[in-house]
């Protein structure tokens, strides 16, 4: 579920996510929990998740430990680091690497925006890595707030008025995304 | 906008089409009475309907708005594509 933004607009970026989480038919509001945000940062970067809940204990856990966090400059960087994470995910985080019977690769089950100076990113369950010049948005809201995004990005000059709008747009329309909305901006080299 | 309702579609030749309608009340709601229709299926509804959402309140014309719905379905959906058609239709008060 959830509705998850990133928008790169006028050397701005902007990472965004509504915050309901749902457990089956069960719906958690952000009012029932101490930590409702899908975004955290680490370091200089801000990294949102959608997909399980576990997936945020696992991102905490590991960049915790973390001494030096890493550049995640550009998409190879990126690459390098989820390829060298993901062995460590089957060995000490008991991930399930099986997904669909015909992929070429492992799964790493995660689904992730990271919004930092360099840039925004996406990186995919099989490691893809994509880089976004305007805007892009993952989860079970996402097809409302691209359509949303797409009609608001030339007419708002602010990244986050646009990633909010996009936010909004899940929430308005997919049952699995709802409010308050977390944003957070970083300028872009 | 009062008053004109548009409605516009993006089209492909396998006969799918994103189709976006607004019907505007002489009075403004809150949010438009929305409907969307497709005699073979409905296709792109999403990218369509959260485009009308953002665009509603940014534009007085009922065309333009319609456009983009459209438009977004065409930019996302592989089953719609361009050139758009649009009908304007006056409203009775």
Known sequence: MSTLVVVKKKGKACIAAETLTSFGSRWQRAA?????????????????????????????????????????????????????????????????????????????????????????????????????????????????????????????????????????????????????????????? | MVGLASLAYGSLGNGGFSFAGLRLAPLRSALPTLHQKNVFNLIGKRYSLSALYAAYEHSDSAETIAKWGVEAGIEFNVNSAAPITSYRIELIQ
């Open chain 1, 32 to 189: 029932y929990v101490t930590e409702p945000d899908k975004i955290q940062q680490f370091g200089d970067n801000y990294i949102g998740i959608v997909g399980s809940a576990a997936h945020h204990h696992v991102v905490e856990s590991i960049f915790s430990k973390t001494k030096k966090m890493p550049s995640f400059k550009n998409r190879l960087a990126i690459f390098e680091y989820f390829r060298k994470l993901h062995p460590r995910l089957k060995n000490k985080y008991f991930l399930n690497p099986k997904d669909e019977d015909d992929d070429p690769y492992e799964s790493s089950q995660m689904d992730l925006f990271i919004a930092n100076r360099y840039g925004i990113f996406g990186v995919f369950s099989l490691r893809e890595i994509d880089e976004y010049e305007k805007f892009w948005s993952i989860g079970s809201g996402s097809d409302y707030a691209l359509g949303a995004m797409y009609a608001a990005y030339d007419q708002f000059e602010e990244a986050e008025e646009i990633a909010r709008i996009g936010v909004e747009a899940g929430i308005e329309f997919d049952d699995g995304s709802d409010a308050p909305i977390t944003a957070y901006n970083v300028d872009l080299i």
